[in-house]
């Protein structure tokens, strides 16, 4: 059963910092990619930023300058350390994992980033 396991998010004040941490597990396949989305209240889930396994990037333009996402691929990890947080960055950010074999994505259950004015 595949599972993954975030952690980090919180409160913090503007200007703040923070590091999410998702761990995948019981993934059968090798991956193709994992990525950090988020969804604010009433909005849509959206892009962050998302890593291949060869280390390929992509950032929403909001987090371009901002953030910085990572991985280690032996450990089926990803991070997102999030730097000049904003209020408009607060949402509830999801990791997904997407598997090589049969594109499969796989979320996780989600950890609240709150940034405060």
């Known amino acids: 059963q595949v599972q993954l396991v975030e952690s980090g998010g919180g409160l913090v004040q503007a200007g703040g910092s923070l590091r999410l941490s998702c761990a995948a597990s019981?993934?059968?396949?090798?991956?193709?990619?994992m990525g950090w989305y988020r969804q604010a209240p009433g909005k849509q889930r959206e892009l962050v930023a998302r890593i291949t396994v060869g280390g390929a990037t992509v950032y929403a333009d909001s987090a371009k300058g901002r953030f910085t996402i990572s991985s280690h691929n032996a450990k089926n990890t990803v991070y997102l350390q999030m730097n000049s947080l904003k209020p408009e960055d607060t949402a509830v950010y999801y990791c997904?994992?997407?598997?090589?074999?049969?594109?499969?994505?796989?979320w996780g259950q989600g950890t609240q980033v709150t940034v405060s004015s």
């Open positions: 019981g993934i059968s396949s090798s991956i193709n990619s």
């Open positions: 997904k994992v997407v598997a090589a074999t049969n594109w499969n994505g796989y």
